[in-house]
């Protein structure tokens, strides 16, 4: 046995044993993701990708393919490493896979999908990883097999980057919806070094002493906020008169400290904003109600809660948000078929989903319902609001802890899914979330090429 030990992103692999004498390379790269790496991990990614759009944001692990796939080119050997599972997910699949496949001809040649990998050590966290085996466009082609912990395998003719049976697709960010729906914007960025925002005993102790400034604190909410029913307020300036302000010391205090954070800011673009100190950086409240969407939620959910705002409820920008938005779009958004796809395209926090608008939601396929189909997801969507009302000392936290769940906004979430399922034509007793991700692939396809 001859062990050698070096940097592997590093060291020339041909030194080390040369490629004619290999059939298999294996690994375990260390797990660090894209946002966590060390400096020196960083330049080790920009050194060995070489400009390659998106490569900074790339884990740690990719080096580790782009190694095997330089090495292997052309040749038999087959590859297959432990890795994060968020380099098949998100906005990696369509830089870094994209970027693999078109250069080196990449095909993947097994895969097992998301599983925890639990650390001895009680200090760990859990990681949560994925195998892919992999090999170049000479290599003798083997049947395509795809784990899971659900299943013992399966067979498949292609496998895609997102570790799906279905052909290699690559889920490209949009700026507008792919289907004629409303449009969904980010909420609101303050920064403001925490100028505007309110506790509540912040607002009580403002209103007592400035009784003027009341009409301008308005309730404020991000996704925290959303999901565990916590309470903050926040002084919205828009169209407040001068003279006004003038006459809260208070406000006016707080909307000086505003100007000189953002005057003392790094950021040249935030700098700029001192010349506006009683607004916000980025206005994008709606003037109607509107479904607010949290940008990260757990990976144990089943669904990604959402609900309806009003317009007076401003939105910060750890939401999303669809104004102009009713039961139907709430239902069809709630449904297990759009929370496939959520799982299948967004990219990870952890273990937390990160939704994003242009490569979850402006690429999502609706469904073409009948007048019927549509009232009745209307009907199921007004379900699940009516059962989240008969806990109302649980926040949505607590309702959509896939454990604690009570069984009747079980049952109404469920009502939902068949109802959308229908409108799908998809079969509710054979459609798994495998074969729905499948179907909503092919239906994506479909789309992408009317619009070419």
């Keep these: 046995v001859n062990i050698f030990e070096g940097n592997a992103l590093r060291v020339d692999w041909e030194s080390v044993v040369p490629k004619g004498r290999l059939n298999y390379i294996m690994g375990n790269p260390p797990f660090v993701g894209g946002m966590y790496m060390q400096a020196t991990q960083k330049e080790e990614i920009r050194s060995i990708f070489n400009g390659v759009k998106g490569a900074g944001e790339f884990d740690y692990v990719t080096g580790w393919y782009k190694k095997a796939a330089d090495f292997t080119f052309d040749t038999n050997i087959h590859c297959a490493f432990v890795s994060t599972n968020s380099i098949c997910q998100g906005s990696q ?10 250069k080196y001809f990449i095909h993947i040649d097994f895969a097992y999908t998301t599983f925890v990998w639990n650390s001895e050590a009680q200090s760990q966290a859990k990681v949560h990883c994925v195998i892919v085996g992999f090999s170049g466009k000479n290599a003798v082609q083997k049947p395509k097999m795809l784990f899971s912990d659900s299943e013992a395998y399966k067979c498949c003719n292609q496998i895609s980057p997102y570790l799906t049976d279905t052909p ?7 700026s507008t919806p792919l289907c004629a729906v409303p449009k969904m914007r980010f909420g609101s960025m303050p920064r403001d070094g925490g100028g505007f925002v309110l506790s509540v005993e912040e607002r009580d102790e403002l209103i007592q002493k400035e009784p003027l400034s009341a009409k301008w604190i308005k309730p404020y909410i991000g996704a925290d906020e959303f999901l565990n029913n916590k309470k903050r307020f926040c002084l919205w300036l828009v169209d407040a008169e001068p003279g006004e302000i003038s006459k809260c010391p208070t406000v006016r205090k707080r909307v000086e400290f505003v100007r000189q954070t953002r005057a003392a800011s790094k950021a040249e673009g935030t700098r700029k904003f001192a010349e506006t100190p009683t607004l916000f950086c980025q206005i994008a409240q709606p003037d109607s109600d509107y479904i607010i969407v949290p940008k990260t939620s757990s990976g144990r959910r089943r669904y990604i ?15 999303f948000l669809i104004p102009n938005a009713g039961l139907y779009e709430f239902g069809v958004l709630m449904s297990n078929v759009h929370n496939a796809w959520m799982r299948l ?22 469904c073409t319902p009948t007048a019927e189909q549509k009232e009745k997801i209307e009907q199921t969507a007004q379900g699940i609001l009516d059962a989240r009302k008969q806990y109302p000392n649980s926040t949505l936290a607590n309702l959509y802890d896939d454990t604690l769940m009570p069984e009747k906004l079980r049952r109404a979430h469920q009502q939902n899914d068949k109802a959308v399922m229908q409108a799908y034509g998809f079969s509710i007793r054979d459609t798994t979330e495998s ?3 499948a179907a909503l692939m092919k239906m994506y396809q479909q789309l992408i090429q009317a619009e070419k």
């Excluded at 699949?93 to 078109?102: A, G, P, Q, S």
């Excluded at 290699?168 to 949009?174: C, D, G, K, L, P």
């Excluded at 395209?345 to 609706?366: E, P, Q």
């Design 93 to 102: 699949v369509i830089t870094f896979w994209k970027y693999l496949m078109e």
């Design 168 to 174: 290699v697709t690559f889920i490209e960010s949009r």
């Design 305 to 319: 809660p959402l609900g309806f705002m009003d317009k007076d409820t401003i939105a910060s920008d750890l939401v």
């Design 435 to 437: 074969t729905c991700v």
């Design 345 to 366: 395209v967004a990219g990870r926090l952890k273990s937390d989903y990160r939704y994003s608008k242009d490569i979850v939601y402006n690429t999502f396929v609706w």
